[in-house]
């Protein structure tokens, strides 16, 4: 029997992988030309600071063993159901078919552009986590005049937890991330100040409040609660922050070098596209299934299930687990039809 798995991420991949030991044909379609685009853009990964690139080969070294090529380039802009069986449309007009189908189109992080309060894309010393993640790649840690940065701010929540955008959900990935950037920032530049500025701390995986008390006792790093309401740029180049730290109660100007913006997490354009098409749209655009605790990888329709940051913001761990339920829960579909 056939599948089709939409999204060669962590999530497509292992199910991709674990179907395939289970004797189904897979058909894994890719919009992009490679796998993974969004472990590729980062350097270590936390709770443990494993590399990246090792875990991206790692998974094109399973597809591989499992003769999986996905079909790159092809972006599903369409998916219907016809009778039993499932038919997905490419932008070429290209159709695939198959007897069930798994969404693991993922998510895309949140475009800062859009708080201007904070001018990124408009100062140069203000950048997200995704952009300190390609300079730890290019090991060229700098501020706007190309030195090594004195003085760090982290902000934590932009584009999440924030009625404004519209995303009133917690991305659940970028406390950590603030932590092991911070911590990582420290170990190539012990001299480097680092603030981190923070609505609550949400560490709610294993390891992760011990690497929070590292970090503040290991390392030095300052943890703020407050929010930065705006910045703005000075005559000598650097980055004027205004906030406040609402446990002193007291207002607070800071010019650091570097104004880090902790950007989360949205639905990505074909999860959203998808999830409109099936009818399966959650309020913030993410693919709704039937129960988030009994049945988080089954759909309203027979045969369609989702799997990954398309449903909500995870972790690499928690995406690798939901992958292989979901592929429990097809194969048992595909049993009984
Ligand atoms: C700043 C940041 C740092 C992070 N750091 C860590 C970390 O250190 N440790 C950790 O555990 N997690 C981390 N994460 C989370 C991690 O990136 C995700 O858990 C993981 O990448 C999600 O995998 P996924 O397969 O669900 O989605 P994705 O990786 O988004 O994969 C979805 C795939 O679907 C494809 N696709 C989308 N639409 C279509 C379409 N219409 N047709 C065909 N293909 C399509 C995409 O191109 C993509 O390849 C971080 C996240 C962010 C934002
Ligand atoms: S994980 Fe932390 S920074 Fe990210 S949205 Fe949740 S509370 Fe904010």
Redesign the pocket.
């Known amino acids: 029997m056939k599948i089709l798995i939409?999204?060669?991420?962590?999530?497509?991949?292992?199910a991709a992988v674990t179907l395939s030991k289970l004797g189904y044909e897979i058909t894994l379609?890719?919009?992009?030309s490679?796998?993974?685009?969004?472990?590729r853009n980062?350097m270590?990964?936390?709770?443990d600071f494993s590399e990246?690139e090792r875990l991206v080969k790692e998974f094109d070294r399973k597809l591989f063993e499992e003769v999986i090529t996905p079909y790159y380039n092809?972006?599903?802009?369409g998916l219907e159901q016809k009778k039993t069986i499932w038919i997905a449309t490419?932008a070429n007009q290209t159709t695939y078919q198959a007897d069930a189908v798994l969404i693991?189109?993922?998510?895309?992080?949140?475009d800062a552009t859009r708080k201007e309060e904070y001018g990124y894309g408009i100062y140069n010393g203000v950048i997200?986590?995704?952009d300190l993640?390609e300079m730890f790649r290019k090991n060229n840690i700098t501020n706007a005049f190309g030195e090594t940065p004195k003085k760090v701010c982290f902000l934590q929540c932009v584009g999440s937890r924030d009625e404004k955008s519209g995303n009133n959900y917690c991305?659940k990935?970028?406390c950590?991330?603030a932590v092991?950037q911070a911590i990582e920032l420290k170990k190539i530049s012990p001299k480097t100040e680092i603030y981190i500025f923070y609505m609550d701390l949400r560490m709610w995986g294993q390891g992760y409040e011990e690497l929070y008390r590292e970090a503040q006792e290991q390392y030095g790093i300052y943890f703020i609660r407050g929010r930065i309401s705006e910045a703005a740029a000075t005559f000598d180049g650097k980055i004027q922050i205004k906030s406040e730290d609402t446990l002193m109660g007291l207002p607070l100007r800071m010019t650091p070098d570097l104004l880090v913006l902790?950007?989360?997490?949205e639905p990505?354009?074909?999860?959203k596209?998808?999830a409109s098409c099936c009818n399966c749209e959650e309020e913030y655009g993410f693919f709704k299934t039937i129960n988030p605790i009994f049945a988080d990888q089954k759909t309203s329709h027979a045969g369609l299930f989702a799997?990954?940051?398309?449903k909500r913001?995870?972790?690499?761990?928690?995406?690798l687990a939901?992958?292989r339920a979901a592929a429990v829960d097809i194969d048992e579909y595909l049993k009984n039809s």
């Open positions: 939409i999204g060669a991420g962590a999530a497509g991949i292992e379609l890719e919009k992009e490679q796998t993974n685009t969004n472990l980062k270590l990964l936390f709770p990246a092809t972006e599903v802009v490419d693991a189109t993922g998510y895309t992080p949140f997200t986590s995704l993640e991305s990935i970028c950590i991330t092991k902790m950007t989360g997490m990505s354009k074909g999860t596209l998808l799997a990954g940051t398309c913001p995870m972790s690499i761990p928690d995406v939901d992958a």
